[in-house]
């Protein structure tokens, strides 16, 4: 009972702030900021996911999201200095109206499948408290290295080519 | 005092569904290229959020599984992508998404 109360009140909370600011993220103009808030909302939705029993995403979520690529998104934004470009985001124009319209049709889309969607699928073997028995990391772990094991393999090779695309394409061409 | 149920399954998707179109109303009207990023890596985390609530909700691993490849596929693709920008930014000086058309023919 006290369990069930502490996700919900979780679950408002957590929720509440990632929405505020996902919000605040879009509308800030200095990109800065923009980046900061992005920080916030990440961090929220790790909150959510320990909720959720997912407790390594919810520390991957903060070391690769919220720690490596948004460092990496500061870091460009402080590399490219943005401040000249703010002006050119303030304006409301009719395109932004239209726009924001139609991603309102999108959310109410996604919200009509939500509500005649039903969970029927076949309820899988690792319940929360086989999972917690042995640790959520350990359990991960054998999933990804035993059924995955392939596309892990795939997505070390996809890691490389991120890495070689990075450090040739920022490379300075030589004229 | 009456018994309170688990927080449902729509609840989480409904959150996910917030945080994906914020992303998408971020990503059709911002013109600055890395703003643009960043709403799509929101988008991309509203997606994650639905696979967790749903592997969850089924006592399976496999949504965790994916969001971990998503994780791996989004961290590719910020070092491609910002080193993208840098390169646009020293080509035309700006990442403004108006005035890159490169491609124009």
Redesign the interface.
């Known amino acids: ?1 006290i369990a ?2 502490f ?2 009140l979780v ?1 408002i909370g957590a ?1 509440l702030v ?2 505020v600011a ?2 605040l ?2 509308t800030r103009r200095n ?1 800065v900021h ?2 900061l808030w ?1 920080i916030v ?2 961090f929220s ?1 790790a909150i ?2 320990i909720s ?3 407790q ?2 919810a520390v ?2 903060v070391i ?2 919220a720690g ?2 948004m460092m ?2 500061l870091f ?2 402080m ?2 200095h ?1 401040e ?2 703010q002006e ?2 303030g304006k409301i124009t009719g395109a ?1 109206i239209i ?2 319209f ?3 049709i ?2 109410l889309e ?2 009509a499948a ?2 005649s ?1 039903r ?1 029927t ?8 408290e086989l ?1 917690n028995g042995f640790g959520n990391v350990r ?2 772990g054998m ?2 290295y035993g059924k ?1 094991m392939f ?1 892990f393999e795939i ?1 070390s090779i ?2 490389l ?3 070689v ?3 040739v ?2 490379k ?1 061409r030589k004229e | 005092m009456p ?5 449902p ?7 996910s ?10 990503v ?5 290229a ?2 643009i ?3 799509l ?2 988008m991309l ?1 509203g997606v ?2 639905a696979f ?14 994916f ?3 998503v ?10 992508g ?6 646009i ?2 080509l035309k000086g ?3 998404v108006d005035q890159i058309n490169l491609m124009k023919g």
């Open positions: 009972m069930t109360a996700s919900w679950f929720g990632a929405i996902s919000i993220m879009v990109p923009s980046a992005l909302a990440f939705i959510i996911y959720l029993n997912a390594f995403i991957a979520q690769v999201y490596a690529i990496l998104i460009v934004i590399l490219i943005l000249s470009e050119l985001t932004k726009a924001s139609i991603t309102i999108l959310f996604i919200v939500v509500l969607f969970v699928g076949i309820k899988g073997p690792f319940t929360p999972v359990a991960v999933v990804l995955y596309p997505a996809l890691l080519i991120g890495i695309g990075a450090v394409l920022s300075r | 018994t309170l149920p688990q927080v399954l729509s609840l989480y998707f409904g959150l569904a917030i945080l994906f179109t914020i992303g998408a109303v971020g059709i009207t911002r013109r600055n890395i703003i990023f960043m709403c890596e929101l985390n994650n959020l967790i609530a749903a592997g969850n909700a089924l006592n399976s691993l496999d949504g965790v599984i969001v971990f490849f994780m791996t596929v989004a961290a590719a693709e910020a070092a491609v910002l080193a993208i920008f840098v390169m930014f020293r700006s990442v403004n």
